[in-house]
């Protein structure tokens, strides 16, 4: 390295101009770079069928599936039976995430602001939430029908732990500063809780809401998997059970656009509570 | 100690007692901490006094029992006259970390005080008087600036204005510039003199910085660890107002000299 023993003056060289080096894949806007990765799986895809890789009743081209995309599109347009199946997917859905916010939030603000409920009820709720939650089905259904009830509190009881652990999390993430603050201003605990420790959780409790939203759709799908009734579940199943593989594979693509759609709700609603852009809560720090 | 008051030529010396511990001792019964024992300490109005010690002496503690945070374990604090037992709010505190938060805008969060004791209503009322605070400590029209838009000095003046909002008889101060850089730090020590002259605040810093009790205060106390008490009162008798220029003055440096000399016998016994 050898220092220049006179400086060019600023702007006097453009070539001396450092630019920093950033390879030409990092470069490629975020729409071509994603459409890229989709058209590399369709054409492996593709590749795989029209090989003859793998049978078509385990696999169907991509023309087909889109085929019968098209197909269970017109149907849904059309409002005929796939639509009301639909509809009850996504009340079961609705419901349970419902149920799951409000004994969730409950329940978290009951643990993270209780030295009671951190102490004995905790316990309880990691231990739950270690089991595999899908096995208590049959349970539901025993108990509730094979109607959208045994639906909604599968789907209710997959998404409320995360709910209950983010909203805890959230509660004790106010540092102390903030705790002494509000002290000296001499704030109840009922203010300390709305007007410090809940904005403050904010994050973490949307953080929960959107493995929530996530274990909802997949509890409530399972619950028609196993509890038959008349959702989207069920006619995956019957779908599968015919060797309708297309069928399948449209059905799983209209289940994620609903899955999508929740999960957008959540992101929008966090972008909209939580606005400020600092993961931690407390601000004016060098 | 007393004589060593009556030496003072503080102009304050005979206005009125606003501050009265006595006998203050605190022992953490957590971890059996003998934090503080035999605080006797009186603060006399529109006096600015601090308080300076290594870390971990007590100083922080001596404050929260001050301001009514922590009950203490043996003694009897009095301010205007009545005996503190919880958060009041003729007290105005600020520590090192300004602490507003994101989610209200610059004006909302010095209001907060106010909406804490008072409700909402009364919150909106005093965005006038936040707004004439905000030009005192030099930000004015950032009253719509949310805390992430300022700086670590800025926050600190907001903070400043927060602790002021509810007209608090004293101001107790915990290290409240400490996070900051030197530069902006002595400016800002300016400033704080500059509000508590102009409103005749009676002022208790906590510090570990020497110059910067000298600076500021009319007493500085010099504590001792382990237990925390105080081992020394230093009048620091240089005329009013104090300039950053001072510092290199010799009077200046005795000061710091023999607040200094105080301070590192104690440190390692
Ligand atoms: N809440 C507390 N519980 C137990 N011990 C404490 C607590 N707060 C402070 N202490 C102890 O009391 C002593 C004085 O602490 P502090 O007042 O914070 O000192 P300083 O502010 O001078 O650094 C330290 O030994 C500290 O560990
Ligand atoms: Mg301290």
């Known amino acids: 390295m050898t220092a220049p023993a006179n400086p060019a003056p600023h702007g006097a060289d453009a070539e001396t101009i450092w630019v920093e080096h950033v390879a030409w894949f990092d470069r490629v806007p975020r729409a071509v770079a994603m459409a890229f990765v989709f058209a590399v799986f369709i054409g492996l895809w593709e590749l795989v069928t029209l090989l003859g890789l793998v049978s078509p009743i385990i696999l169907p081209t991509p023309l087909e599936t889109l085929k019968d995309v098209i197909l269970v599109g017109r149907n849904l347009i059309g409002g005929e039976y796939m639509l009301a199946a639909l509809w009850t997917t996504l009340r079961a859905v609705a419901y349970g995430f419902a149920l799951a916010v409000a004994i969730g939030f409950s329940l978290g603000v009951l643990v993270g602001e209780t030295a009671f409920g951190e102490r004995a009820i905790m316990p309880y709720l990691v231990a739950i939430d270690t089991m595999p939650k899908v096995a208590f089905a049959p349970i539901f259904i025993a108990w509730l029908g094979f109607d959208i009830e045994s639906k909604v509190a599968l789907a209710a009881f997959i998404a409320t732990f995360p709910i209950v652990v983010g909203t805890a999390a959230g509660l004790h993430s106010a540092d102390a500063n903030a705790r002494m603050l509000f002290k000296t201003m001499g704030a109840t605990r009922w203010q300390t809780l709305v007007k410090m420790k809940l904005p403050t959780g904010l994050p973490q409790i949307f953080t929960g809401l959107k493995i929530a939203a996530v274990g909802v759709m997949a509890g409530a799908i399972t619950g028609e998997f196993l509890g038959g009734g008349r959702g989207f579940g069920e006619l995956i199943r019957i779908a599968s059970t015919q060797l309708n593989t297309p069928r399948v594979f449209s059905l799983i693509i209209y289940l994620s656009l609903v899955g999508m759609l929740l999960f957008g709700i959540v992101v929008w609603m966090q972008r909209h509570f939580v606005f400020w852009h600092k993961d931690r809560v407390v601000g004016g720090e060098v | ?269």
């Open chain 2, 1 to 269: 100690m007393s004589s060593v008051a009556a030496l003072a030529s503080v102009p304050t010396q005979s206005a009125e007692i606003v501050y009265q511990l006595s006998g203050i001792g605190k022992t953490y019964a957590r971890n059996a901490t003998h934090a503080l024992q035999g605080i006797d300490l009186t603060l006399r109005k529109g006096s600015f006094s601090s308080v300076i010690g290594s870390s971990g002496c007590g100083k922080s503690t001596l404050l929260k029992i001050m301001a009514g945070l922590v009950p203490p374990s043996t003694g009897r604090v009095v301010l205007q006259g009545r005996p503190v037992t919880g958060p009041r709010r003729d007290i105005g505190m600020m520590f090192q970390q300004a602490t507003l938060f994101p989610w209200r805008t610059t004006i909302e969060n010095i209001v907060l005080p106010i909406e804490i004791r008072d409700g909402k209503k009364a919150a909106l009322a005093a965005h006038d008087p936040a707004r004439a605070l905000l030009e005192l400590v030099g930000l004015k029209g950032f009253d719509k600036a949310y805390p992430g838009e300022l700086s670590g000095g800025m926050a600190q003046r907001a903070a400043i204005c927060r602790m002021l909002i509810t007209e608090p008889a004293v101001l107790l101060l915990d290290e409240p510039f400490s996070a900051l850089d030197e530069l902006t730090r002595d400016f800002m020590n300016m400033e704080l003199q500059r509000i508590c002259a102009s409103r005749d605040a009676t002022a208790f810093l906590v510090t570990h910085s020497i110059p910067e009790a000298v600076i500021l205060s009319d007493v500085v106390y010099v504590m001792k660890p382990r237990p925390g008490r105080i081992a020394e009162e230093v009048v620091i008798d240089l005329p009013r107002p104090r300039t950053l220029e001072m510092i290199t003055t010799p009077k200046f440096g005795a000061l710091v000299e023999r607040i200094r000399n105080r301070l590192d016998k104690e440190a390692f016994i």
